[in-house]
């Protein structure tokens, strides 16, 4: 199998708090993840590429000092929010392919949906 | 840059019947891969099919079929035997051989499947 999870699976929190999101790959190495936004009835936004042992790549237009990602290890990736506000509210999706054979594939977290007062 | 189309906001199918959701995609590339993905009300991704590009015959998974026109950039998903939970939004979905890191979504299309 590949199972991805995600922590929290929603969250509220105050305007200016920081949120931290998590995404493990369960039953794989995954030594790329990537993060996803997805705003209702939209299409998935690829925001960053978490990349274990280095710095994340960011897509043009996404702050990196406002999405911090930190990949710690083969199968854990962070995203945390910094100074959330309330254009930040929407659904965060993590994904993973598998280390080394059928890297072609994704594998999906469930998501977190964030929301922001 | 490549692009992904799917020209069919919603669609709508009757139970037991087939349903074909239609998606084009742009590029320059010769080797690459398609997927189709699954999204029900649960909001998880689920894949549905994929497509290697250097492959000529036609994917299937169970029920699910696509017709792949490598010349005319089309990647349609056809649902046989639809059942209600097939009713989900499905995400039509390119990445490059070379650059996993690149991967499109269409705009996504609703399926909805009546009793």
């Known amino acids: 199998g590949a199972v991805v999870s995600q922590h929290p699976s929603w969250v509220i929190c105050k305007s200016g708090t920081s949120v931290k999101i998590e995404c493990r790959s369960l039953d794989f190495q995954a030594t790329t993840m990537f993060w996803y936004r997805q705003f209702p009835k939209q299409s998935l936004m690829l925001m960053a590429t978490s990349n274990e042992g280095s710095k994340a790549t960011y897509e043009q237009g996404v702050e990196k000092d406002k999405f911090l990602i930190n990949h710690a290890s083969l199968t854990l990736s962070t995203l945390t929010v910094t100074s959330a506000h309330p254009e930040d509210s929407s659904f965060y999706i993590c994904?993973?392919?598998?280390?080394?054979?059928?890297?072609?594939?994704?594998?999906f977290g469930p998501g977190t949906r964030l929301l922001v007062l | 840059a490549q692009t992904v189309t799917q020209s069919q906001p919603e669609m709508s199918v009757q139970e037991a019947e087939t349903v074909t959701l239609s998606c084009t995609y742009d590029?320059?590339?010769?080797?690459?891969?398609l997927f189709w993905y699954k999204q029900p009300p649960s909001r998880q991704m689920i894949l549905v099919i994929r497509q290697e590009a250097y492959k000529q015959q036609n994917a299937t998974e169970n029920r699910f079929s696509v017709n792949f026109q490598k010349a005319a950039k089309s990647f349609s998903l056809k649902i046989s035997d639809s059942q209600l939970g097939d009713a989900a939004m499905y995400f039509c979905?390119?990445?490059?051989?070379?650059?996993?890191?690149?991967?499109?979504f269409g705009a996504g299309t609703r399926l909805t499947v009546k009793p």
């Open positions: 590029t320059s590339e010769s080797d690459y891969y």
């Open positions: 994904s993973a392919p598998k280390a080394g054979i059928d890297q072609e594939t994704q594998y």
């Open positions: 979905a390119y990445r490059p051989t070379y650059n996993n890191n690149d991967m499109r």
